[in-house]
């Protein structure tokens, strides 16, 4: 699950959802079986709302569920206390892109050096040492107080309160040993052909109704559901037209 990028002037948010089920397969990526996307533009809470209705058909409770997501706090809340069931895992791409931005508050930006930095502590993420990489930044912030600007120690600092308020959604190593996804791919690309594309075209200015009605269609189109859609309201446009019991039902 993730937020769309919010454009400059006044535009609204959208969340994105992409659920699916996978088999998985130890020290593989998974391959997402059954997808289905959704964009809402609104509370959060009313996205969650359709999220935890298509989890439950799919067996949330019974079976192990994954709810991956960005470091958005109100996402992380949400999950927490409408679907408890899951086991939240924090995006890795989302995750690394903090580590290079401590990264440079130590070594030149482009370096080797930064790369080696970074690579290192991939490397502790993914044998289960969240909480061990969190103090050796803090360390490393102590000790290079007084040589450090106070913009960049208070940016550092940022760094380390994102990744400590989300060391406990970095279960990698359990995730990747078993076989599930640590990242958020699938709706990370969903962002912007489910939305961008369509809703943020050069020229193209939106109310909110109009632009939800145009995501809602995208869904159905993009979760192969056309059909069953157009079936549905031309049932219920002769139910409009004829009644719901009229012989006209039955003509096509």
């Not at 408890?84 to 130590?106: G, K, Q, R, S």
């Not at 709706?187 to 939305?195: K, M, P």
């Not at 009644?243 to 039955?250: H, I, V, Y």
């Amino acid at each position: 699950m993730k937020k769309a990028p919010r454009r400059t002037g006044g535009k609204e948010m959208a969340v994105v959802i992409s659920l699916y089920t996978f088999d998985p397969e130890p020290g593989c990526p998974p391959v997402p079986l059954n997808r289905r996307v959704y964009a809402f533009i609104g509370p959060k809470k009313d996205a969650f709302g359709w999220l935890v209705a298509e989890a439950k058909k799919r067996g949330c409770g019974t079976k192990p569920t994954l709810f991956l997501s960005d470091g958005d706090p109100d996402l992380a809340t949400l999950q927490t206390a409408k679907l408890p069931e899951a086991t939240p895992c924090l995006d890795w791409i989302h995750c690394v892109e903090y580590l290079w931005d401590a990264a440079y508050h130590f070594h030149p930006e482009g370096s080797q050096a930064a790369r080696d930095w970074v690579s290192a502590r991939e490397t502790m993420l993914l044998a289960g040492k969240a909480g061990e990489l969190v103090r050796g930044l803090k360390q490393s912030l102590t000790k290079r107080k007084r040589q450090m600007k106070k913009a960049k120690r208070e940016a550092l600092a940022a760094v380390i309160g994102y990744l400590e308020r989300n060391k406990k959604r970095m279960p990698y190593k359990d995730f990747f040993e078993a076989g599930y996804p640590i990242a958020t791919g699938s709706v990370e690309g969903a962002c912007r052909h489910h939305v961008a594309d369509r809703t943020e075209g050069t020229g193209m200015h939106w109310k909110t109704p109009g632009a939800q009605a145009v995501l809602h269609l995208r869904s159905v189109h993009l979760n192969g559901a056309w059909k069953q859609f157009t079936d549905y309201r031309i049932k219920l446009e002769k139910e409009r037209l004829y009644g719901a019991n009229s012989r006209f039902q039955d003509v096509v």
